[in-house]
């Protein structure tokens, strides 16, 4: 792995079914910055994003060839020749959707589910964690008196905010983020942006973005997909 | 033409709807107006004392005529049949919703409609002649309400699973997709993701089992229900139930008064069931509010 970088990828392919999406690509993520993919819609953008915390696994028909190696508490590991549970690895990436993705319960709920799903189950320590990951993502003074109300019921930027809360509660070193502002409106966007900024300090941020004025502005580097090969 | 067929379509519907809540409307209405006047404490306690049915309620009294040994023997019944029914029932419908493979999905559902197509009558014969093997080779069992309890247990497990499973499946893939990024365990997310969501839909199917064993006559008929029996001393003893306490008024009354008691029986299995249907819907909200809001 070349020093500096937290992801390198090596010969990858991908498939799903008899459809090639990503088609023998080499590349890699550099740590603390904004690594931004861009490229046309169809062109292998998301897939990319879901081999580096496996959530491809989850779908049914796909297939992988080549190599994925990502850097997690100083150790270069091997996705897929190391024996990383996939709870653990997912909990040291996380993933931000382009759909902003709260679950249907309450917004403290949905950011202690992955502190009770990691068997983190002190109340206070649970609290701590809760109103920190808020307070980073700007939410706290917000929704500070309504954490029990339906997240659901945020707005479209403040529900991303908060999946941005949940993706950092488990303080992941890698940070996957597709199409994180897509659906919002630009006052939401640039709180976004804003916010991914001040998150390159904690963790290696990777984003999809289709949006090239993003990208110029917070993006640290980039490479372009088209067709599922690095342009 | 569409008109005409969005016209046709919703009066057709409107009608269907009409005549199903007048024949409810007219059974009820039926119930009511020959059996609503018995309708009192006299027929549950036989008296209308206080201190008669205080003792009839701590048991220091013994009830002849009424019906509040076989109003207790249902709640026992619908009791016994629920805690067997309801963890077997829910741990099937996760293991087909979530684990099962498609063979063994097929096979289980191609189980589960048949048992759920069994006559109650042959559920309880099936009841009644596992007594006889069990009362024959180990011990001195005899028809009891534990025995009657597994048998109606065995009638809406099939309601249970099925509620279960589909609750679980119909549910959006994205949650699973979601708490998968967010490192979750599968057996995690089960429990702490879809099982409450869920739980409007296995809410629903617990209601439909409470029906279903709280009605039934053909099982506890050959299982354990005795027309006055009192209350049951233990689950290894005969008791009373009202399904049972109206077909053997309906079968065998002497009397005007006799006929009208069965039908106020009949009024007060209704009055349970919508009890015990109200229950299920409060315990329904409070366990998602606690399991998805609520953060003390």
Redesign the interface.
Known sequence: MIPGRVVEIENLSFYYGAQRVLNNLSCGFAGHSICAVTGPSGSGKSTLLTTI?R?WE?VDGARVEGVVKVLLDNMEIDLHESKIR??????KV??V?QIP?P????I??NL???L???GIKNRDQQRQRVERVLQDAFLWPEVKMR????ARLLSGGQQQRLCIA??MI?EPEILLLDEPTSSLDEGAVSEIENLLLNLKERCSLIMVSHDLEQVARIADSSVELVAGSLV | MNRIYDFTLSLFAGVCGLLLIASVAVMLGFLVGQGGSVLGLKLIFGSTDFREIIDIILLRQVVINALWPALIGTFLLVFTALITALPLGLGVGVYLAEYAGKPAKVFFSLIFDLLAGVPSIVIGLFGFSVTIYLHSHFSDLMPCLLISGMSLALLVLPYLVRTTQSALEELPSALRVTSFALGAEKSSIILLVLLPQALPGIFSGIVLAIGRAAEDTAVIMLTGVVASAGIPRSIFDNYEALPFYIYHTASQFSNQHELQQGIGAALVLLIICTLLFTGAGLLRKKATHHFLYHSK
């Not at chain 1, 996939?86 to 909990?91: H, K």
């Not at chain 1, 679950?103 to 309450?106: D, F, H, K």
Request: net charge positive; charged share 20%.
């Open positions: 915390n959530l989850e996939l709870a653990q690895l997912r909990r996380g993933m959707f993705n679950l249907p319960m309450s403290y709920k202690t589910l992955p009770r799903m990691a954490l029990q109300s339906d949940r993706a488990l």
